[in-house]
């Protein structure tokens, strides 16, 4: 179908026009028109107008200077506006009462987007109405000016307009191809009501059932975008006022040609923040993890809302053995592309974690991936792997700003790990410390937005931020750590008015831990025996936690992944148990290559053992490590809601 308002650009952009005398009165209701008496009268000067005050001349030059200086202030408020609604709101209040009575302002739904063409049948959706109020509505000086123009206007005359102040009108309208209003809308300039075409038009714009004035108390603009037609507006005036002009279509076609390219310019904007707040995102987690041990919160704060994308990342990564990646990164900039390097390095920062590789590998191997992407892709990194076994963190830092640890007693230290180079940098060696992680403390990973702006430096933020957090430790008691979501809002209320500079990337981690008493652990040399073994070290650690329930689902499942480890391992195996919310067991062997679970054919001796831990575990997994694989399960406590 051929779009019925897609229309030939105009030859030529019509010139501005101008109100009629009887605007004069109300001309300093529109915003601006003081300031642009000047402006005015030189304009009308340099049309030849030059007369005295008394003259006819004179008279066309006065109407002449306020028609520019109302069309001056009228396109100056609509261009103030900066998404759809401003726009259409400022065309509205710009022009009633100062040029029409009320207007109805109605767009293409949905509104097409730079190149994009309509699907379907056009249709224009009424989007917002203006009008008068009545006389009873004003009160004071507001009354007077409102009114002082054209005396007391008797609204149950105007038509569309109502004494309840409703502008009955249809709500959508679809354009036929061949109709009047697709051929007024094909023509672009404004017409009157009584032009040819426009009779029959206005009727299909407002619908049938509504009353629409003739002759010249109505003006039907289209609304012309760069590409096409995205809508029209309705100019009204009542019989009390002055009919319109001929100049007045100047007037009508200039403010809906600012108008419409506002709007135009309104969806593209639209368009690219949805684009970016979808690419951002995508590009950070949409929750985190609930790894064992450890407790996690974090935020995001772009740099501003007219620049909602940036380079800032933070992920939590469950590894085997019940540990949990931190990761906080920062790629310079904040444009697309810095929000597309960020996206790389934060998907292989995920591969190389599954990988189980050190700290400082990890950031070797980002460090090599960022330059493949280009000679200036620069950013910074801190990555921390926390064992809740152990209660150690490893930490390895590349440029980036030391995290903050904050101590159950309420202690707030800044944590000594090697700055290290930037990622991108290249032929650097990286440098992994590995600290303690008491239970009860907090870990604090950032970027540098949140310690670093144009009103202070890194250090002096990285100490602000160390007291903030030893403030809101002494509020909550010393026997207890603060709640980490209250945690996280409090450290983003210390920056000020003039402290966001950057995006801002906050991940806390709150240490549990596993106590040792819930941990079991054991070495099976790889022989026939160790099935056995393993199911007799599982019965006796099952007892002594309580669990005998349990006793016949682990010995039976312990068997099949021992049984299936010792077979391909050359050294020994690890059985662990693990009592937490759930009861998790690790088998971890030296062969890299992972267990597949298949369907067994009947005369088949083996390949049963994963369908059955496939059937009886809550959870299940295998992992590979640089050493070789952990395969683990995990079983529900007795008693306990299966959150599977």
């Known amino acids: 179908m051929v779009d019925p308002v897609d229309p030939a650009d105009p030859d030529g952009t019509p010139p501005p026009g101008s109100p009629d005398d009887h605007d004069t009165a109300t001309t300093a209701q529109a915003e601006g028109t003081e300031a642009g008496v000047g402006a005015g009268v030189g304009a009308a000067a340099a049309a030849g107008a030059v007369a005295s005050p008394g003259t006819v001349e004179g008279a066309l030059a006065r109407r002449e200077g306020d028609r520019l200086r109302f069309v001056g202030a009228a396109t100056r408020r609509i261009a103030r506006g900066i998404d759809l609604d401003e726009i259409v709101l400022g065309l509205c209040r710009a022009t009633v009462p100062t040029f029409s009575d009320a207007i109805l302002v109605y767009l293409r739904d949905p509104l097409p987007v730079g190149d994009e063409r309509p699907v379907g049948p056009v249709v224009l959706r009424l989007r917002r109405t203006d009008r008068l109020r009545p006389i009873d509505d004003l009160t004071g000086a507001e009354g007077a000016g409102a009114a002082g123009g054209a005396g007391e206007l008797d609204f149950s005359q105007l038509p569309m307009v109502g004494p309840q102040g409703d502008l009955p ?152 053995g019940s540990r949990v990646a931190l990761v906080v990164g920062d790629v310079m900039g904040h444009s697309m592309t810095s929000a597309a390097i960020m996206g790389q390095l934060r998907t292989t920062a995920q591969t190389l974690a599954q990988l189980d590789l050190p700290p400082a590998e990890v950031l070797h191997h980002l460090d090599e991936q960022a330059q493949r992407l280009g000679s200036d892709r620069m950013a910074t990194c801190m990555y921390a792997v926390y064992d809740p076994v152990s209660h150690r963190i490893t930490i390895a830092n590349a440029g980036h700003p030391p995290p903050v640890l904050l101590h159950l007693g309420g202690r707030a230290e800044v944590l000594r790990v090697p700055p290290g180079a930037p990622i991108g940098v290249g032929g650097v060696d990286f440098e992994a410390v590995e600290l303690d992680a008491p239970a009860g403390a907090t870990l604090l990973l950032y970027t540098d937005g949140l310690v670093e702006s144009r009103l202070r430096d890194v250090w002096t933020g990285i100490e602000q931020l160390r007291e903030r957090l030893a403030t809101t430790a002494q509020l909550t008691g010393l026997d207890h750590p603060p709640p980490l979501e209250a945690l996280c809002d409090d450290v983003l209320d210390m920056l000020g008015p003039g402290d966001r500079d950057d995006d801002i990337a906050l991940l806390a981690a709150r240490f549990d831990g596993i106590a040792p008493s819930d941990v ?88 049963r053992g994963l369908f059955l831990v496939n059937r009886m575990a809550r959870r299940w997994g295998a992992t590979r490590l640089s050493s070789g694989k952990v395969v683990w399960f995990e079983l529900s406590l007795p008693g306990a809601h299966d959150r599977r």
């Open 169 to 320: 009108a249809a709500e959508l309208c679809e354009i036929l191809p061949g109709g009047a209003l697709a051929e007024v809308l094909r023509g672009v300039r404004p017409v009157f009501a009584s032009s040819e075409g426009a009779q029959d038009a206005l009727p299909e714009l407002l619908g049938a059932e509504h009353p629409v004035p003739r002759g010249r108390r109505a003006v039907l603009a289209p609304l012309r975008g760069r590409r096409r037609v995205i809508g029209a507006a309705v100019f009204l005036r009542s019989p009390e006022r002055p009919a319109f002009e001929q100049n007045d279509l100047l007037v009508a076609a200039q403010l809906a040609t600012h108008t419409a390219l506002g709007i135009d310019k309104a969806v593209l904007y639209g368009r690219e923040a949805y684009i970016a707040d979808e690419l951002q995102r995508t590009m950070l987690p949409h929750s985190l993890p609930q790894p064992t041990g450890v407790r996690l919160a974090s935020r995001y704060l772009p740099a501003a809302e007219t620049a909602r994308v940036g380079g800032d990342w933070y992920d939590a990564i469950p590894l085997p």
């Open 520 to 607: 079991a652990y054991w070495f099976l040399d790889p022989e026939e025996t160790a099935p056995g073994r393993a199911r007799r070290f599982a019965r006796r650690a099952l007892a002594r936690w309580g669990l005998e329930e349990l006793e016949d689902s682990v010995e039976l499942l312990v068997s099949e992944v021992v049984t299936n480890a010792v077979r391909y391992a050359e050294r020994p195996v690890t059985l662990r148990l693990l009592r937490t919310d759930v009861l998790r067991c690790e088998v971890g062997d030296d062969s890299p290559q992972l267990p597949r679970q298949r369907r067994a054919r009947e005369t088949d001796e083996g390949g």
